[in-house]
């Protein structure tokens, strides 16, 4: 995609002598080289087939909460919080957690903001208002009282190291008075159908970053919109597909990436970058899914000989959520304690879970062979063909 290599936008002297960035109208002047255009090719192919045989398997919506949750830890570990996926999981199951209350918060805000999108996309498009609502869930109670939660800044940001002013700011976004009009264009172009969709989405994961229109957490809510877009399009049956895995692993080249287009308009580079993350992670996600599938298969093989449903329904929870508490297992199921006690003992028995802690009464169990498939390192490298 060989465009003149300038910055794609202008800079803007303001007042107190620092200068903002303010990016041009998407889409940019854009050709196809046939580089380019394998990579594009190579990223559709391997999302349908994620898309596909996330449609075949038996629980698909099954299989969303522990992809979300990775996704979670992974956005937020890119903005510093250290929760790990185990704990997350754990504490959403009602075990005791040895972590900070804010950073569980933090990334359970994650989770609960791509919910409320997904949930809100089946009424509303993707839009700024629906944006606002994301960024609403994302910060609320976060730590620190400068997020302003739903609410579009007003007043000047920036990004350096710690430290930073807007003097030595590596990068200064839109001042105030120009936000409305740049986001009205994201907006627009959020709505076009020209484009293929994952170069449209990654031109305008770009733009949001290059606007940066909230005073925090504008990275957790551009790689929110990544999601967003691909289920408004259909693109994918069920939300298995996340970048932030890609984007952590990579951070570096990420970074990098985004200033590559700000400072110098390498179109070509973003996008090559981002629909490489697109295959890989279309790769991964694929595997861990059908991974985890032929396990829950086998189990509720061997489940299928109780007379009770309760191994079944245990089950279905564990793919949820691999850590369980009988407490919960027996409120949410509407029996007794005692009744799945006997089925989680059954299933300790069957090496499907073991128990993990030493309580007596509210035990918590963990069918780690799925945690173990969900919390290994993302792979960046592509498949070997079969």
């Avoid at 790990?84 to 900070?100: F, I, K, N």
């Avoid at 996340?242 to 110098?264: I, P, Q």
């Avoid at 299933?347 to 802690?357: A, F, H, M, P, T």
Wanted: hydrophobic content about 40%; some cysteine; glycine content about 8%.
């Amino acid at each position: 995609m060989n465009v003149k290599l300038k910055a794609p936008g202008r800079k803007l002297r303001c007042a107190g002598g620092y200068t903002a960035f303010v990016p041009d109208p998407l889409p940019p002047p854009l050709t196809w080289p046939s580089r380019l255009v394998r990579v594009l090719s190579d990223a559709d192919r391997l999302l349908g087939r994620l898309a596909g045989e996330g449609g075949a398997l038996p629980n698909p919506h099954l299989l969303m909460r522990p992809f979300l949750a990775r996704e979670a830890v992974l956005s937020s570990r890119i903005e510093g919080t250290q929760a790990t996926l185990g704990e997350l999981l754990a504490a959403e199951a009602g075990a005791a957690v040895d972590r900070s209350p804010e950073d569980l918060r933090e990334v359970g805000n994650y989770v609960t903001a791509l919910e409320h999108g997904l949930k809100r996309l089946k009424t509303l498009p993707l839009s700024l208002r629906l944006i606002r609502e994301i960024h609403g869930k994302l910060m609320k109670d976060v730590r620190g009282n400068h997020a302003t939660p739903g609410e579009f800044r007003r007043s000047q940001n920036w990004i350096g190291r710690p430290g930073s002013t807007l003097m030595t700011a590596s990068y200064v976004p839109p001042p105030p008075d120009e936000l409305m009009d740049c986001l009205g264009a994201l907006e627009k172009f959020l709505h076009e159908r020209s484009l293929p969709p994952l170069a449209q989405i990654a031109l305008a994961h770009y733009q949001f970053e290059a606007i940066h229109p909230f005073l925090d957490g504008n990275g957790r809510a551009g790689r929110l919109l990544i999601t967003l877009f691909l289920v408004e399009r259909g693109i994918l049956p069920t939300p298995l597909l996340y970048l932030s895995a890609f984007f952590e692993a990579t951070r570096r080249e990420y970074y990098d990436g985004l200033r590559g287009v700000s400072e110098r308009g390498e179109w070509e580079a973003w996008l090559e970058y981002f629909l490489n993350g697109v295959a890989r992670q279309s790769e991964d996600a694929l595997s861990r899914a059908q991974r985890i599938n032929r396990l829950l298969i086998g189990w509720r093989r061997e489940a299928a000989g109780s007379s009770s449903r309760i191994p079944t329904l245990l089950l279905d929870a564990l793919a949820a959520n691999p850590f369980l508490t009988i407490t919960k297992a027996a409120r949410d199921f509407g029996v007794a304690f005692t009744t799945v006690q006997r089925a989680m003992e059954r299933l300790e028995r069957q090496g499907v879970v073991k128990e993990i802690s030493e309580a007596r009464r509210d035990r918590v169990y963990c069918a780690k062979a799925l945690l173990d498939i969900l919390d290994e390192p993302a792979r960046l490298t592509p498949a070997e063909t079969e």
